[in-house]
């Protein structure tokens, strides 16, 4: 069985400092590994995926995220933080033959001025 | 241009009661994805559709959960005999027919069973 752990709930960062939200997961075989942000009265919005090649991945609003095959993590991170990024953060999964993504239970992220 | 749409974005039934909610997807995108959000917790896999065949239904958590896509595009979530367990937001996300493409979500159904 495969699974995604966020052992966050929340995350507290100052405006300007940088953030993590952890992410780890557990899979037999090549994970393919996602975040999606979701703000209050909005629907899950991708914000970067890992496929395969360059363990460090690029994506929406100045994130990226470290694949690290070794502790099985997929952390997201961002050099400086805004108050515009507090909201939901999910890290989610998904398999060779098998569309369906096995999402984290989510990490609240909130930004202080 | 549109996102998906799901309709209605808030029901509230009876417990024991059919409903069904809807779901538009992106144009031109073949699959097609339901999930449910429980309080507090990230969505949960319940059904996947390429075209119009389910092509993966082992989340459904039982035989009163039933969904359907009779023209490859605009798809029915049927739940029969609810119950207040099934309080959630139902989430639909469509994305291209290649794999590894990330999903475009809904806003959601929010359902409550009273």
């Known amino acids: 069985a495969q699974s995604v752990a966020q052992p966050e709930d929340q995350v507290n960062v100052a405006e300007g400092n940088p953030l993590t939200v952890k992410c780890t997961y557990s899979v037999s075989g090549n994970p393919y590994l996602f975040w999606y942000v979701q703000y209050p009265n909005r629907g899950l919005q991708f914000l970067l995926k890992y496929i395969t090649g360059d363990n460090l991945v690029k994506g929406s609003y100045g994130f990226e995220a470290e694949f690290n095959k070794s502790q099985t993590s997929f952390h997201l991170k961002k050099p400086s933080a805004l108050v515009s990024d507090s909201a939901l953060y999910f890290c989610?999964?998904?398999?060779?033959?098998?569309?369906?993504?096995?999402f984290g239970s989510g990490t609240r992220l909130q930004v202080q001025p | 241009g549109a996102g998906v749409s799901q309709t209605p974005s808030n029901k509230v039934t009876e417990k024991g009661k059919y409903v069904e909610l809807r779901c538009d997807p992106i144009?031109?995108?073949?699959?097609l994805y339901w999930y449910r959000q429980s309080l507090g917790q990230g969505p949960e896999f319940l059904i996947y559709?390429?075209?119009?065949?389910?092509?993966?239904d082992s989340g459904l958590p039982n035989d009163r959960f039933f969904a359907v896509r009779p023209e490859g595009s605009v798809s029915t979530l049927k739940i029969q005999r609810t119950e207040r367990g099934d309080s959630a937001v139902y989430l639909c996300?469509?994305?291209?027919?290649?794999?590894?493409?990330?999903?475009?979500f809904g806003q959601g159904t929010r359902l409550t069973v009273v």
């Open positions: 144009s031109g995108h073949t699959a």
């Open positions: 559709f390429q075209g119009t065949g389910a092509a993966d």
């Open positions: 996300a469509s994305s291209p027919s290649a794999s590894n493409t990330e999903a475009f």
């Open positions: 989610a999964l998904q398999t060779t033959g098998r569309r369906a993504l096995t």
